[in-house]
């Protein structure tokens, strides 16, 4: 569509809702939303940018919209706001559908994998804007100090790609709706396991993904990720794509794109990316050992399209990262404790996100872990095992209900079911159904007289405010 119009968001509050909402609101459209709830940074993106919303599903406040936008929550059937819509004959699509037709150019760079997807979005899209392309984007998290899309009149846009559904109605993966030109690849590893109930079908979404792309468009996989290396194996096999079009990274020795000499402190991040006998030295701002990966895909995927090395480095070293990415939320002035939000809602991604808080922190370590829909399905319970290892005490919280199907005879693990399971490798993990009680056991726990301890949140919700009271009682305590 040429020119701005009125569009309406059912299920608005989600982070890539959200962004996409911003970003229409950017470039003239008027813009409005509903959810079932509202939780920073979203929310604050959002009355930042002036987009009215509302809690609730309420026909009565629409008003006269010429699109609706389904997203997140907002996506059933049963939804009065959807029915409303149907009935009056507004045109209706999915979240995904709108990514693919407002933001989507004729250069689309879509960012893929099991992790890693959301931080190289943004960041390649940064550095693209740094060098004057002025892309189109859409990256699932807020950015700090930027926003997490933007529609523009380049020809170019980078995307990320999600591997979950489109919606209730559509059980297809988002990112098929995006038409890449050229893929990042960052990691595959079977995840959302009610939606793929085998790896072998979750294999298989990248599969497709991956045919259905030009000869030549460019194809930046991490070659330490043996499920990534097996799938590119196959596709180079099938004869469908240009041999150039392949090109990797990672710590490997065989990586096209190598890292090495790697320091991580509290600072930040700082390596060498080697490339043809060349060595590029590389500083970052960022938080954990895992964004070198993220770092080096997006550097080869920049400088495979023509950007110069110096820029690339430079705008990286620009780059402030991401909320709820290793996100510090406070600091005491003393150093005794940090409190960090970042987004790890599977046993995997608290791992890693723990491991790289315990590189740069020395003492006690409480985390509060939720995880997502897919980390509570039963067949999932073994990806715990000592998932929480540099942790010292574990708080489990009463966990949202969104996204539950409670017509399935299998619901997803509870709280206390969770509990039972990690505590078969871990010592110290308690289940806390009550907020404000959570919140105090944590800051009891971390104010000891050991210094440099860390209250850090893993999961993809809001945590109903936790993370906030948490702030608020330790500034409270200075």
């Known amino acids: 569509m040429n020119k701005p119009l009125k569009v309406h968001f059912t ?7 959200g962004a996409l909402a911003v970003a229409l609101k950017k470039s003239g459209w008027t813009v409005t939303g509903s959810d079932k709830g509202f939780y920073p940074p979203v929310s604050t993106a959002l009355t930042e940018a002036g987009i ?35 009935e009056k004959g507004i045109r209706l699509v999915s979240f995904a559908e709108a990514v693919g037709e407002f933001l989507v150019q004729k250069r689309s760079i879509v960012c893929v ?26 990256s699932g998290g807020v950015g700090i100090g930027r926003d997490a899309g933007a529609l523009t009149d380049s020809e170019w846009s980078i ?48 599969k497709k993904l991956l045919a259905n792309l030009p000869r030549k468009g460019k194809i930046i996989y991490c070659v330490d990720n043996t499920n990534l ?23 490997s020795e065989n990586a096209d794109y ?10 930040g991040l700082s390596f060498d990316i080697v490339y043809r006998n060349k060595t590029y030295h590389i500083k970052s701002p960022m938080l954990g050992t ?86 509570r399905q039963r067949a999932s319970a073994y990806m715990y095992d000592n998932t929480f290892v540099d942790a010292n005490t574990i708080f489990i919280p009463r966990l949202t209900k969104l996204k539950i199907d409670e017509s399935l005879k299998e619901q997803p693990l509870e709280g206390e079911e969770l509990t039972a399971i990690i505590k078969k490798t871990h010592a110290s993990v308690e289940y806390i159904d009550n907020d404000d009680e959570l919140v105090s056991a944590a800051i009891r726990y971390a104010s000891d007289i050991t210094a440099d ?17 948490v702030v608020k009682k330790l500034a409270e305590k200075k």
């Open 159 to 206: 995307i990320e790609g999600d591997e979950y559904q489109v919606s209730i109605e559509e059980r297809r993966a988002k990112f098929f709706h995006y038409k890449p030109t050229d893929l990042l690849m960052t990691a595959i590893s079977w995840d959302h396991a009610d939606l793929y109930p085998t790896e072998a079908l979750y294999m298989d979404a990248f």
């Open 11 to 17: 299920g608005i509050c989600g982070v890539g809702t």
């Open 258 to 267: 190598r890292y090495e000499n790697v320091s991580h402190t509290k600072l």
């Open 453 to 469: 301890n860390v209250i850090v949140f893993l999961g993809s919700h809001g945590f109903r405010g936790m993370i906030e009271e």
């Open 52 to 86: 009215p919303f509302y809690a609730g599903w309420h026909p009565e406040n629409i008003g006269e919209v010429d699109i609706a936008v389904a997203g997140g929550v907002g996506t059933s059937p049963s939804n009065p706001e959807i029915k409303y819509f149907r």
């Open 113 to 138: 994998g099991t992790w890693g997807k959301t931080t190289s979005s943004s960041l390649l899209s940064f550095i693209f804007d740094k060098a004057g392309m002025n892309p189109s984007y859409f």
């Open 290 to 375: 895992y964004n070198i990966e993220n770092i080096t895909g997006c550097f080869a995927m920049a400088r495979e399209q023509g950007i110069a090395p110096s820029l690339i480095s430079d705008a990286i070293s620009e780059f402030p990262g991401l909320k709820r990415r290793l996100e510090r939320r406070f600091e005491s002035t003393d150093g005794h404790i940090t409190v960090i939000d970042t987004h790890a809602p599977t046993p995997e991604k608290a791992k890693s996100g723990l491991e790289s808080v315990r590189e740069v922190y020395s003492g006690k370590i409480v985390a509060i872990f939720e995880p997502n829909i897919g980390g």
């Open 229 to 251: 290396v097996s799938l590119i194996s196959e596709t180079q096999s099938d004869g469908a794509h240009d041999p150039d079009s392949f090109v990797s990274y990672g710590a």
